[in-house]
Structures are given as C-alpha cells and as structure tokens.
C-alpha cells in the first residue's frame, strides 16, 4: 500500500512561487504514474498533473498547464510541484497519489494528508 506525506505548502502572495513535495513509501512508486490533485473549499477535489515513471511523459489540467511543472526523483522516492505565478484560485489543500486514465476522483480510496497552499495579498 502506497504512503505519501506531502509538504511545502504555505502562504504566498498572487504571482509568488512555490514547489510541493511528496515523499512516498510502502509500495511501487518508481514504476507508477504519479498526480498531484487539489482540493479548494467547498469544491470537489481535482486533478492537477501526473507524471509517468520515466518522468519523460507529463500532463497538466487547463487551469495550470503553463504555470506548474511536474518531476520526480526515483532515487529519492519523491515527486515534486513547482507552482509558478500563482492565483488566488489555487488555493487549496494538494495531494499526491498514484495516477490512473481511467479513475474518476471517487474511484481513489486512500489519500495522505495533503498540504495547504494559501494564495492571497
């Protein structure tokens, strides 16, 4: 069973920056596409972006495509968000998990505890 802790969350002005972290264990995660979803209030959680093992294959949700860049370090074991020129809408709580084409969002069963990102002047 996969277990991920993300982290690098916090509070931020429009424009600003800031890079997400998720460190996982418990399960195969060097040969497992991996996503970073979001949360906001009162909204239904969504997907960001999800990188392939190689890390050579990437998509990104309209809403960040140009703006956030998905990686990964097999050999950490970790997955990373680079936010750029952030907007008051994404504020939200991030999540990491596996990546699947074919899941909905309801079709995931186990998530970490996710880690705040507050954008606002």
């Known amino acids: 069973q996969l277990h991920v802790v993300e982290s690098g969350g916090g509070l931020v002005q429009p424009g600003g920056s800031l890079r997400l972290s998720c460190g996982a264990s418990?399960?195969?995660?060097?040969?497992?596409?991996m996503g970073w979803f979001r949360q906001a209030p009162g909204k239904e959680r969504e997907f960001v972006a999800a990188?392939?093992?190689?890390?050579?294959?990437?998509i990104y949700s309209d809403s960040v495509k140009g703006r956030f860049t998905i990686s990964r370090d097999n050999a950490k074991d970790t997955v990373y968000l680079q936010m750029n020129s952030l907007k008051p809408e994404d504020t939200a709580v991030y999540y990491c998990n596996h990546y699947y084409t074919s899941y909905s969002i309801d079709q995931y069963d186990a998530w970490g505890p996710g880690t705040q990102v507050t954008v606002s002047s």
């Open positions: 418990g399960g195969d995660f060097s040969t497992a596409t």
């Open positions: 990188i392939t093992w190689s890390g050579t294959g990437t």
